[in-house]
């Protein structure tokens, strides 16, 4: 089993940064895919961006391309999503997760989530 715990929310002005970090138990890390999803009030949850066991390999939502970075440390088993230029419309609950595949955008394909952390962007 993993736990994950997520770090670095907080509240923010349009145009600012936050940097969300997410630190994992377990000395498997390396081997996972990680994934961030956020969750607005009153909508589903959805993909972010995630990132191949290797670091390699990237994908992300096209609301956040451009502006949001997704890298890891496997060393710090701890993944991080750099968020610049956030907008009103981040605003959500950020969450990572666990895929134990090559990083689908479908958060039923994940299989242990954090708590999650509040980013609110003011305008």
């Known amino acids: 089993q993993v736990q994950l715990v997520e770090s670095g929310g907080g509240l923010v002005q349009a145009g600012g940064s936050l940097r969300l970090s997410c630190a994992a138990s377990g000395r498997t890390f390396r081997m996972y895919t990680m994934g961030w999803f956020r969750q607005a009030p009153g909508k589903e949850r959805e993909f972010v961006a995630a990132i191949r066991s290797s670091g390699g390999i990237t994908h992300y939502a096209d609301s956040v391309k451009g502006r949001f970075t997704i890298s890891r440390d496997n060393a710090k088993n701890t993944v991080y999503l750099q968020m610049n230029s956030l907008q009103p419309e981040d605003t959500a609950v950020y969450y990572c997760?666990?895929?134990?595949?090559?990083?689908?955008?479908?958060?039923?394909?994940?299989?242990?989530w954090g708590q999650g952390t509040q980013v609110t962007v003011s305008s």
């Open positions: 997760a666990v895929d134990y595949g090559l990083g689908s955008s479908s958060a039923y394909e994940y299989d242990y």
